[in-house]
């Protein structure tokens, strides 16, 4: 399963950016998020369907995560950043007989490579 994140760079506080993730087939999916020195946090994830979405609580009604119509690429809007929102964001996709989404990263076997994020205050 390969990953293909794309998006991300560096925005004021309180703008927009948009994250987007490709992948091999289709796929529960999220986003998650690491400053160095922290761990990984959830931010995002969508279920294999697409109809069941679920947000880390420090993003929720500012990001939001989508499924592609194709099935295979998930985005993520993020609106009303902040400074604290800087930090490294993975994509990353279950197994494919695991439909649900996972807030551990330890449920996800395939990564994309990470993309900068970075809001200035």
């Known amino acids: 399963v390969q990953l293909q994140a794309s998006g991300g760079g560096l925005v004021q506080a309180g703008g927009s950016l948009r994250l987007s993730c490709a992948a091999s087939g289709r796929y529960a999916m999220a986003w998650f998020r690491q400053v160095s020195g922290k761990e990984r946090e959830f931010v995002a994830g969508i279920n294999w369907k697409g109809d069941n979405k679920y947000h880390g609580q420090s993003v929720r009604g500012r990001f939001t995560i989508s499924r592609g119509s194709a099935g295979n690429t998930v985005a993520l809007q993020m609106n009303r950043l902040k400074p604290e929102d800087t930090a490294v964001y993975s994509c990353?996709?279950?197994?494919?007989?695991?439909?649900?989404?996972?807030?551990?990263?330890?449920?996800?076997?395939?990564w994309g490579p990470g993309t900068q994020v970075t809001v200035s205050s």
């Open positions: 990353a996709a279950r197994r494919e007989e695991y439909h649900t989404v996972s807030f551990s990263t330890n449920d996800y076997d395939y």
